[in-house]
C-alpha cells in the first residue's frame, strides 16, 4: 500500500527552504529507516514516501522534488523499468537509486546510469541500516542537491533549419565529446557506429560518480572496439585511443612538443559539474583550433554550452543529439538553441558522421 501522506509515515512537515525528497520502496521498515535519516541531516525534508511506482508517478503530477530515492526490486513496475517515466514526472529532480542489488559494476547499477539515474548507493540489510551509511547517504544527497541547483530547465525546440546537416563535418584531429543523464546510451550507439579503422582520438567527460569509471572505460573499450582509459594527469593523447574524464577531475587538454597530453583541473566550473564539459571544449579548442569536433549528448542543464562557443569561434564543428532520442535534452538543447551546433542528430547517425569526416572508412 502506498504511504502518501508524511503523517502515514512519521514524518512531520516543516516549513518550505529544506530540498525535498521522494523515497519509492516496497518495505515499509527501510522506507521509515530512509525517511528518518533524510529528516536527520536537517538540510532535507521528506516530501513523501510510497511503496509503488504509479503511486510516486501520480504524486510527481502535482508535487516538484529535488531529490527522488528509487529501490529496483519491487513488486509490480520494478525500478529499473520505471526509471524513465521517474525521471520525466520528475521535471529535474536527481534520481539515486538505492537498492541492495546495486553493488558497483553490476549489470544492473550501470543499467540504471544509463536509462539516466544519477547515482546508486547499495542498500545494506534492515539490520545493518546504521550510522556510516547515514552518513553516506547525506554525503550523495548534498551532492545531487548542488547539482540540482544547477540544473536549468529544458530548452525549447530549435528552428528547423538547424536540424538537417548539409555535409560531414571537415577532417579533425580529435573528437571531444560531453554527455550526463542517459549520455551512456548514447554514447554507445555513437561508439558502435565508429569502424574499427577510425583511428582519431576520442576524449570524453561524462558526469558519473568516481567509483564507476575504471567500470565505465571498460565497458567504453568493449563498445568502442578500442583501448580507453580513465585520464591521468600528462596522460599523452595517442590515435585510436579512448579517454575519460575521472569523476573527481576536468580533463584539459594541452600542447606537447610533439603532439598533446591531458591535465586534470579541480577549479570550480560555471555549470557546477565536476568533471565539467566546459573546460575540455575550451582547451580542446585553444590546441586544435578548427582541427576538433565536438559532441554533445543527452543530459541535463547547459554544461558544455560556453565550451561549444569556444570550438565554434576557433572553427571547429559542434554535433548535438537530437531531442528525440535524448533522455534529457538539456545539454545538446542548449547548444542547439544558441546556434552552435552544425547537425542535431540521433547519436548512431552522429557516429556515421563522425566516420565520414574522420577518415575511418
Not at 525534508?45 to 527522488?68: G, N, P, Q
Not at 542517459?182 to 569502424?195: D, K
Not at 568533471?275 to 565536438?294: C, K, N, T
Request: charged share 20%.
Amino acid at each position: 500500500m502506498a504511504h502518501a501522506s508524511l503523517a502515514d509515515t512519521g514524518f512531520g512537515g516543516t516549513p518550505a527552504g529544506p530540498a525535498q525528497v521522494l523515497i519509492v520502496d516496497d518495505s515499509v521498515v527501510a522506507r521509515s529507516v530512509l525517511g528518518r535519516m533524510v529528516e536527520g541531516t536537517r538540510r532535507f525534508r521528506v516530501a513523501a514516501a510510497y511503496s509503488d511506482v504509479r503511486a510516486a508517478l501520480d504524486y510527481l503530477k502535482t508535487h516538484s522534488v529535488d531529490i527522488i530515492l528509487l529501490d529496483i526490486e519491487m513488486p509490480g513496475i520494478d525500478g529499473i523499468t520505471a526509471l524513465p517515466d521517474m525521471i520525466a514526472a520528475g521535471r529535474g529532480a536527481k534520481v539515486l537509486i538505492v537498492s541492495s542489488a546495486a553493488e558497483q559494476g553490476a549489470a544492473v547499477t550501470v543499467q540504471a546510469l544509463a536509462l539516466g539515474a544519477a547515482d546508486t548507493l547499495v542498500k545494506p540489510g534492515i539490520g545493518a541500516f546504521g550510522g556510516r551509511f547515514a552518513e553516506v547517504l547525506e554525503e550523495r544527497l548534498s551532492r545531487l542537491l548542488e547539482a540540482h541547483a544547477h540544473a536549468q530547465p529544458e530548452p525549447a525546440a530549435p528552428q528547423a533549419h538547424y536540424q538537417f546537416p548539409a555535409q560531414a563535418p571537415e577532417d579533425f584531429d580529435v573528437v571531444a565529446i560531453g554527455a550526463s543523464t542517459g549520455g551512456i546510451h548514447a554514447l554507445s550507439q555513437l561508439l558502435r557506429a565508429l569502424p574499427a579503422g577510425f583511428q582519431v582520438p576520442i576524449l570524453v567527460t561524462q558526469h558519473l560518480p568516481v567509483s564507476f569509471m575504471s567500470y565505465f572505460a571498460a565497458q567504453l573499450a568493449v563498445l568502442g572496439g578500442r583501448p580507453c582509459e580513465v585520464a591521468t594527469d600528462r596522460m599523452r593523447i595517442r590515435p585510436g585511443r579512448i579517454i575519460v574524464a575521472p569523476g573527481d577531475a576536468h580533463l584539459r587538454v594541452v600542447r606537447t612538443s610533439d603532439g598533446a597530453a591531458i591535465r586534470l583541473t579541480h577549479e570550480k566550473a560555471s555549470s557546477g559539474c565536476m568533471p565539467s564539459v566546459d573546460p575540455m571544449f575550451e582547451s580542446v579548442a585553444e590546441v586544435f583550433g578548427s582541427r576538433a569536433l565536438g559532441v554533445v549528448l543527452s543530459g541535463m542543464g547547459r554544461d558544455g554550452c560556453e565550451g561549444a562557443r569556444g570550438l565554434v569561434d576557433a572553427g571547429a564543428r559542434v554535433l548535438a543529439q537530437d531531442r528525440a532520442s535524448s533522455v534529457v535534452w538539456g545539454m545538446p538543447g542548449a547548444v542547439a538553441n544558441a546556434g552552435r551546433a552544425s547537425a542535431i542528430l540521433p547519436p548512431d547517425e552522429i557516429g556515421r558522421l563522425i566516420a565520414r569526416g574522420g577518415g575511418g572508412a
